[in-house]
């Protein structure tokens, strides 16, 4: 293969890359300037507020995304441990 081969794949294989990086990016900017809907965000975030800033990941990955207060039974452990992460970042 020549050296020029390469570079056009390799080149091609870039351009994908970005493109994949980019369309999520293009449709899902507008969504950082929005704030909280509060559907369930109220409940889930800000009233837990307590429970997230402990940071207890066992307690987070074994519990409902209500953190005990039971309305539903919504079992997300990864959504869980990630709002208590940000909740530590800030």
Partial sequence: M????????HTYTRW???VLFLI???LYAQSFG????FHDDDSIILQNAE?????DWQKL????????KKQIELYRPLQSITFALDYQIG
């Fill in 2 to 9: 020549s050296s020029k081969k390469i570079y056009q794949e």
């Fill in 16 to 18: 994908h890359v970005v």
């Fill in 24 to 26: 999520p990016l293009i």
């Fill in 34 to 37: 929005f704030n909280f809907v």
């Fill in 51 to 55: 429970v997230l800033k402990q940071f």
């Fill in 61 to 68: 990955l074994f519990t409902d995304a209500w953190i005990l």
